[in-house]
């Protein structure tokens, strides 16, 4: 059984940087994705950052160039480090894994959140103006 419990989330002016950790146990497929999602009120759940088991990431359009999302194999902890965070960030995050779907020729990690099974229970991030 796969467990996924976050931290570091906070409240930040914009502008500002927070680093989220998502400390995984449990897991042990060769091919895997991991992800960071995030939902704001009233809004759907969105992925924001996934990279998988080949270490190749993806980001939303809205976070290229300011978050960056990373695995620590020895910790089996998987970061995101957030830069020039903006009010439109405000949401809760959290940390989900999943298996990659494999389309000809090349696997690759789904980006809705039906296809991750399993999550943590989410950390608040507050960007204020």
């Known amino acids: 059984q796969v467990q996924l419990v976050e931290s570091g989330g906070g409240s930040v002016q914009a502008g500002g940087s927070l680093r989220l950790s998502c400390a995984a146990s449990g897991h042990s497929n060769s091919r895997f994705c991991l992800g960071w999602f995030r939902q704001a009120p009233g809004k759907e759940r969105e992925a924001v950052a996934l990279i998988d088991n080949w270490r190749r990431t993806t980001y939303a359009d809205s976070v290229k160039g300011r978050f960056t999302i990373s695995q620590d194999n020895a910790k089996n902890t998987l970061n995101l480090q957030m830069n020039s965070l903006e009010p439109e960030d405000t949401a809760m995050y959290y940390c989900?894994?999943?298996?990659?779907?494999?389309?000809?020729?090349?696997?690759?990690?789904?980006?809705?959140?039906?296809?991750?099974?399993?999550w943590g229970q989410g950390t608040q991030v507050t960007v204020s103006s």
């Open positions: 989900a894994a999943g298996t990659p779907f494999f389309t000809w020729p090349d696997y690759y990690c789904p980006t809705r959140e039906s296809d991750y099974n399993y």
